[in-house]
Every structure is written in C-alpha cells, then in structure tokens.
C-alpha cells in the first residue's frame, strides 16, 4: 500500500489570495489532503499539488464572478471551485450542486466545518433541478463534461441575461469552436475564453464565459421552465 503523499505548505500567494480566510482554506486543503483521499474524491497524486493546481487554480475565478449574485457550483465534486470561491467572496451565495450522496455528505461536512453561511449543499443532477432551484446568475463549473453537455446540464439553472464560467484546460478554444452550434440552440449570445490569475498561477487559468440572452436554455427549456413555474405557484395555492 502506497504512503499518503504529505501536503506541501501553503505558497505564500495563498495568504494573498483568501486573505482573513486563509485559516479556513488551509483546513479545507488539509480536509481534501485526508478525507477527501480516503473517501475517494481526489486522487493521491493530487495531493502535492493542491494548492497551485485546485485551491489557488479555483480561487482566482473570483476574479470574474461579479459582485453579490447568486452561484451554483454544478457537479462540486469535492467543492472544487465553490468552496475555494466561497472563502475568496463572502459576498456571493453560492449553492454546491452536487449527485452523489457520498460527495454531498464530505461538503456538507466541510461547509458546517468551515462555518460558510453563504453556501448551500444540493445533492441532484443539473438536468433535474429546473424549477427545483432558484434561477441563479452565475453557474461555475470544473472539469465536469465537454462544454456542449456542460451547457446543456448549467445554462437551464440561469436567470435571463446570466452566465456560465467553466474552468477549461488548453483546449478551450477548440472545445468552444465544436460547441457552438449547441450553445447557440441554449439561447447563448456572445462566448469568450479568459485567462486570470496573473502573478497567482503559472500557467493562468483558463476560464471559458457564455453568456445568455433573455432565453437560458432556449426554446427547448422555455416551456419546461414554465410549467415548473405553474406547478410552484400551484403550490403555494395549497
């Protein structure tokens, strides 16, 4: 059986980055570093290169979130990038999207833990949770699918005029030139692929914008989106 590796120091931009919160993003590297290897949420190998690669690789999508909204985090995984988002913006509230019970149950854990108020645990699948959910403005994601079945699953859950911001590796630019045609079928109006994290991580993270217009999801999710709001209003008739 194979030594856990030991997780490295924090780097000094760390302190930088999550400011008064760099207590809590410690415990939660250290959460993800012992239980979340133990549970099977981020591989061994990860561990040495957690903070560049996930916590600060995640924090700096801050840097585009604007201010005060709402975010769901789809497909949070281990939290990664809601919870790392969370401790950088204090001022955002932000749901953690998430199927898996086991998954659900260690950010349950590492929320209550770290004392985060402004987030809010949601154990379902993106394509089930129109209707379910309250319309957000911002939908973050990692890692989670190729961008045309990422914007099927998160563009629906936005409110009009909302967007979507999906960590992407150096394929972005390609994934979001074979995605087109679907995004614009989502109602999506305008596409971009930004890079953030200047003088925090080398290489900058690369984070792939769509924009929707009046219609999130397009004609497809209109009139699913309307008899959702039917049905809630039939209840609260009740």
Excluded at 35 to 53: H, M, S, Y
Excluded at 124 to 150: F, Q, S
Aim: aromatic content about 4%.
């Amino acid at each position: 059986m194979t030594e856990a590796a030991e997780l490295p120091e924090a780097p000094e931009q760390a302190r930088t980055v999550f400011g008064e919160y760099f207590p809590e993003a410690v415990r939660y590297a250290e959460l993800l570093a012992d239980a979340g290897v133990k549970r099977g949420l981020i591989g061994p190998r990860e561990v040495p290169r957690l903070w560049e690669r996930h916590m600060l690789n995640c924090a700096v999508l801050s840097e585009v979130v604007p201010e005060g909204v709402t975010v769901c985090d789809v497909g949070s995984g281990a939290g990664l990038p809601g919870i790392p988002l969370a401790l950088v913006r204090p001022d955002l509230k932000i749901t953690l999207l998430e199927p898996l019970l086991r998954r659900t149950n260690f950010l349950q854990e590492v929320v209550e833990l770290l004392g985060l108020d402004h987030v809010t645990v949601v154990r379902g699948r993106a394509e089930e949770m129109l209707g379910k959910i309250t319309p957000v403005h911002v939908v973050t994601a990692r890692a989670v699918a190729p961008l045309d079945r990422l914007a099927g699953w998160g563009v629906p859950l936005l409110r009009p005029y909302g967007e979507m911001l999906a960590l992407k590796g150096d394929t972005a630019e390609e994934e979001l030139n074979g995605a087109r045609a679907a995004l614009s079928k989502l109602g999506v109006v305008e596409t971009s692929v930004l890079h953030v994290g200047e003088g925090i991580v080398d290489p900058l993270s690369t984070v792939v914008r769509v924009e929707v217009g009046e219609s999130p999801g397009g004609v497809r999710f209109a009139a699913k989106r309307a008899k959702a709001a039917r049905t809630s209003k039939t209840r609260r008739r009740r």
